[in-house]
């Protein structure tokens, strides 16, 4: 099932990263984030300790929705990290859920959306995934993303990035 | 309607789409639908139950379908957003001014929507001085271009890259390349700034969940994300036969739309809202408003046209209609083309507008086949004939013709008359046929005859 | 006692082209089945239903419904006929829904009545040439022929070189075609262009209407490709004298 979910995200044109320990995690994170820019937003939900300090260590201007001026700062980040409630294996999708701490535009505005995701949180198919964000209780907003921003509307073909993040990377957590 | 430009003119549907056909760009801009159809017809294939499961939670809709829209406006009250309901396209446009003169809109971004379309509310927002931008980016194209979404998926299918590219240079005020990246580059960075100084957002609602107050959006490009995101406000439109029963349904029915839309097992953006901003969240708006629009949907429950609210909407009809392939959107004048607008033009306007388009049909069925929630169209289109004018005027010939061929003698009368006839009827009577097809002459000894001699 | 086989040999085949309907009947006692043809025929009325007349066309319907009734198989050369009676008859004749719905049962497509009633995929007939196939609309959506006449041209010999888009509309639609001649016209064209592609002989149907309409724009353009023809036609031909 996490093959196919894998294979499946990327023939939509994301990237892969894992399954790996958190602490390879980590490493791995700040390593895409300072690649895509200096500047990073960071949501509460994503699912490695003290993931804000080690990319401030490593030279990163980070925000997060707890502190003043988010969505100036969100507007200039080159790159948005989340986590996810959830994921579906069949068809391929990440659900991101909002809450305080954790913006629905973080995923949105950023050229880059880096997405932290644990394997254990991925269901088989969409009606395993409604049954049970229904169960926890559904978000004011809960956001399936299969794959890059993305439209058909220049003569059919595929062009990547129009208005929400032209790259999405999955670090998969074991 | 007003605000549009119409790109394919004609008095009416045969003349407009015999232009269509004459049209090299609209036909070189079209040829690419066909890549869209196999993608498609491949996602369908695999899963061929899953139609019957669609159908059957679309029927059970329907059923009853004030009862579920009550349950919906329940669960979106009890979730803290405001239900209204508009009978006419009229009510709707006024119910959307109210709020956006209530919280002085002045920057009004939309997401896509028929719905939204269908009222003509960009006209109207713009008429009571307000900036309405479409930020789907074929929807924002036409916008520009002044014209009018020719695909409900694919709003500027009928446009080549060149000439998209004229029409973003235009707005830009200086030269752009006809390259797709740059073009959708300049687009985004535009389009951004309008985001950010929005003060309402409004959007369509591919599917509400009665069960839970939940409303799904189904995009690809994020637009429609911002737009329920950023501005303070935001309306949704929401045709009434747009409920379902249960957020399980929206598992079956989702996949099926996408796949029959775009070929997608999932669209790149589902947004499942449940509510507006929750407390301490920052963004989303502060409140969210669903307008309930009936425009004479619920006229149609319990007539032989009430499978036509199943319709999800997403476009796979028109993909494989050999005339809307030919002809594009624009030459149907109406919000909705292809094969579901040649039935719904019709009824949603009470027969005032489209009534001649059932005619431009080749009743090939490809719709019939095509349509994942199973809703006859070619069926339809042919029960709408019969409600026209054109055909009341043709009735009597037709009584006179059936009279005379439901009696074998006057068959054989009739037949032997137009043997002896066909080489003199005048050409201009058959102009339709003649001017591209040479005529087939009656053979000189009919089967019957033949079948006599060797039988007797 | 033998089953009464009746020939539904349509107003179309009668008028314009009888000598499908000859070759429809050797085709079908060749696979050795015994041909009425009930006298008082006419028409199923689908032109005046397809032109918003129900009420004419039921007329007919119920002309139609006491001519075959006695039959215990009802064949004829057009899926678009066929599919009339089968598809919209119930409508028609509301008040006779047994009769509509056994005659319904009873009839059928040409090629669909040899293969998957008879079980005849071979009539005996000899047609080695390359040969493409135009699905016509009604039978391959109405009745859901598709497979039985390439049965049959393949165990005739034939080789089938299969159009692009073949299961698209030829643009006839009966009237359409005179309403909507520009759009009707063009679908002709693509329609021969992917059979001209083909480079076969033949272009094989199992409808008179999308032929008469595909001969009569290749007619005007002269443009080369291979020759629209009914099945029946093609597989009589083939049929030893």
Redesign the interface.
């Known amino acids: 099932m996490i093959d196919r979910f894998i294979e499946e995200l990327r023939t939509n044109a994301c990237v892969v990263h894992g399954p790996m320990e958190i602490a390879v995690a980590r490493g791995v994170i700040v390593e895409r984030a300072r690649a895509a820019g200096a500047r990073a937003a960071c949501n509460g939900d994503v699912p490695l300790p003290a993931l804000v300090q080690d990319l401030r260590h490593a030279g990163l201007d980070v925000c997060t929705a707890d502190e003043g001026g988010w969505s100036t700062r969100l507007a200039g980040a080159d790159t948005g990290i989340t986590g996810a409630r959830i994921a579906v294996a069949d068809p391929a999708a990440i659900g991101l859920a909002a809450a305080p701490g954790s913006p629905r535009a973080t995923s949105l505005v950023p050229h880059t959306h880096l997405c932290v995701l644990r394997v254990t949180d991925v269901v088989p198919t969409l009606a395993d995934a409604f049954a049970q964000v229904v169960a926890h209780g559904l978000p004011s907003a809960l956001t399936w993303i299969s794959g890059p921003s993305r439209t058909g509307d220049l003569e059919m073909i595929l062009t990547l990035g129009v208005h929400g993040p032209r790259t999405v990377e999955v670090v998969l957590l074991a | 309607m007003s605000g549009h430009r119409i790109t394919t003119p004609g008095r009416d549907f045969?003349e407009r789409?015999?232009r269509a056909?004459?049209d090299p760009q609209l036909q070189h801009?079209l040829r690419?639908?066909d890549?869209?159809l196999r993608t498609a017809e491949e996602v369908a294939a695999a899963h061929p139950e899953w139609k019957e499961r669609a159908a059957a939670i679309r029927r059970e809709t329907l059923a009853d379908l004030d009862g579920w829209l009550l349950r919906l406006e329940r669960a979106l009250a009890d979730r803290g957003m405001h239900v209204h309901r508009a009978e006419t396209a009229d009510d709707a446009r006024d119910i959307v001014l109210d709020i956006a003169r209530a919280h002085g809109a002045r920057t009004v971004v939309k997401g896509k929507s028929m719905a939204t379309e269908e009222i003509d509310l960009g006209t109207a927002l713009e008429a009571a001085g307000m900036r309405a931008i479409e930020?789907?980016?074929?929807e924002y194209?036409v916008q520009l271009a002044g014209e009018r979404p020719s695909h409900m998926i694919?709003?500027?299918?009928h446009k080549?890259?060149p000439q998209?590219r004229d029409v973003l240079a235009h707005e830009a005020g200086h030269e752009l390349p006809v390259d797709?990246?740059a073009?959708?580059?300049w687009?985004?960075d535009r389009?951004?700034i309008e985001?950010?100084r929005a003060d309402l957002g409004i959007t369509g609602v591919n599917f509400a969940a009665a069960d839970?107050g939940?409303l799904v959006l189904v995009t690809?490009?994020?637009?429609g994300?911002?737009c329920?995101?950023?501005p303070r406000v935001h309306i949704a439109v929401m045709p009434v036969e747009k409920v379902v029963p249960r957020?399980?349904d929206?598992?079956?029915l989702?996949?099926l739309l996408t796949g029959h839309a775009?070929g997608?097992?999932?669209?790149?953006?589902?947004?499942?809202?449940?509510?507006?901003?929750?407390?301490?969240?920052?963004?989303?708006p502060d409140e969210l408003h669903v307008v309930f629009l009936d425009n004479r949907r619920r006229v149609l429950l319990g007539t032989k046209f009430e499978d036509m609210l199943a319709c999800i909407r997403c476009g796979a009809c028109l993909n494989v209609c050999?005339?809307y392939r030919?002809?594009s959107g624009h030459a149907y004048d109406a919000v909705y083309s292809g094969p579901m607008g040649k039935v719904l033009t019709p009824l949603l306007s009470g027969g005032a507008e489209g009534a001649d388009l059932p005619?431009?049909?080749?009743?090939?069925?490809?719709c019939?086949?095509a349509c994942p929630v199973q809703i006859p169209l070619a069926?339809m289109i042919?029960h709408l004939?019969?409600?026209?004018a054109?055909?009341r005027r043709?009735?009597p010939a037709?009584?006179a013709?059936?009279?005379a061929?439901?009696s074998?003698r006057s068959?054989r009368a009739t037949?032997a008359l137009?043997?002896l006839g066909a080489r003199f009827v005048p050409r201009r009577l058959?102009r339709?046929?003649t001017?591209?097809?040479?005529?087939?002459?009656?053979?000189r000894?009919?089967?019957?005859t033949?079948?006599?001699r060797e039988?007797s | 006692m033998t089953a009464r086989i009746a020939l539904f040999v349509t107003c179309v085949a009668d008028q314009l082209f009888p000598d499908t309907g000859i070759a429809t009947v050797r085709v079908l006692e060749s696979a050795g089945a015994r041909v009425e043809f009930p006298e008082a025929q006419t028409c199923c009325g689908q032109p005046a239903y397809t032109a918003g007349a129900p009420d004419a066309a039921a007329r007919l319907a119920r002309h139609h419904l006491d001519v075959f009734a006695p039959y215990d198989a009802i064949v004829t050369p057009s899926g678009s006929c066929a599919a009339m009676v089968r598809l919209h008859f119930a409508e028609l004749v509301p008040d006779r829904r047994d009769e509509v719905a056994a005659l319904a049962a009873r009839t059928f497509e040409l090629s669909e009545y040899l293969v998957d009633v008879l079980g005849v995929d071979d009539v005996g007939a000899r047609v080695e040439v390359p040969v493409t196939i135009h699905d016509a609309c009604h039978g391959l959506r109405g009745l859901r022929v598709a497979d039985a006449p390439r049965t049959l041209l393949r165990r005739a010999g034939a080789t089938i070189v299969e159009m692009t888009e073949a299961d698209t509309c030829c643009g006839f639609g009966g009237v359409f075609s005179l309403g909507y001649p520009e759009v009707s016209t063009r679908l002709a064209d693509a329609k021969l262009e992917h059979a001209r592609a083909t480079e076969t002989r033949w272009l094989v149907s199992t409808d008179l209407a999308c032929l008469m309409h595909l001969d009569a724009r290749r007619k005007r353009t002269r443009e080369p490709g291979p020759q629209p023809v009914h099945l029946a036609d093609l597989l009589a031909s083939g049929l030893p004298k």
Do not use: K
């Open positions: 045969q789409s015999a056909v004459a801009a690419n639908l890549r869209r930020t789907d980016l074929g194209i694919t709003p500027a299918i080549t890259l998209i797709r990246e073009l959708t580059a687009a985004r389009l951004r985001f950010l839970t939940t690809n490009e994020g637009n994300r911002y329920t995101t950023l957020l399980a929206v598992a079956v989702l996949p775009t997608q097992r999932l669209s790149n953006y589902v947004t499942m809202l449940s509510g507006p901003r929750g407390a301490g969240e920052v963004d989303g050999p005339v030919h002809v005619f431009g049909s080749s009743l090939c069925r490809a019939n086949d069926d042919v004939r019969a409600g026209t054109t055909a043709a009735r037709w009584q013709w059936s009279r061929w439901a074998p068959y037949t137009a043997r058959l339709g046929w001017a591209t097809r040479d005529l087939p002459m009656p053979a000894v009919p089967f019957r033949r079948w006599d039988h």
